[in-house]
């Protein structure tokens, strides 16, 4: 699926943003949803930890761009994490 993917950072910033951010949004949506997830943010950290898996496997293809991308928009949402865990009551 991401062999086509073009080296360069920009999408790997994409494809660091997209992946995360959709995972969160349903993780967001089951800790509202459900009493007993309202206190695992450790299942938003995981869905950022997804940039890990996704930084490995281009490193091993050789595009290092990608994978540079992917660690810059995974700094970004830990930036975002911890203003949460910052400004939650």
Do not use: E
């Not at 086509?4 to 951010?21: H, Q, R, T, Y």
């Amino acid at each position: 699926m991401f062999r086509n993917v073009k080296n360069s950072v920009l999408i790997g910033l994409g494809i660091g943003a997209l992946v995360p951010g959709v995972l969160v949004a349903g993780v967001w949506y089951l800790m509202h949803r459900f009493a007993f997830l309202a206190k695992a943010d450790l299942l938003l950290i995981g869905c950022i930890a997804v940039n890990a898996l996704l930084m490995h496997y281009f490193f091993k293809q050789n595009k290092d761009n990608v994978g540079r991308g992917i660690i810059s928009a995974t700094f970004l949402w830990a930036f975002a994490f911890f203003y949460y865990k910052v400004t939650q009551s």
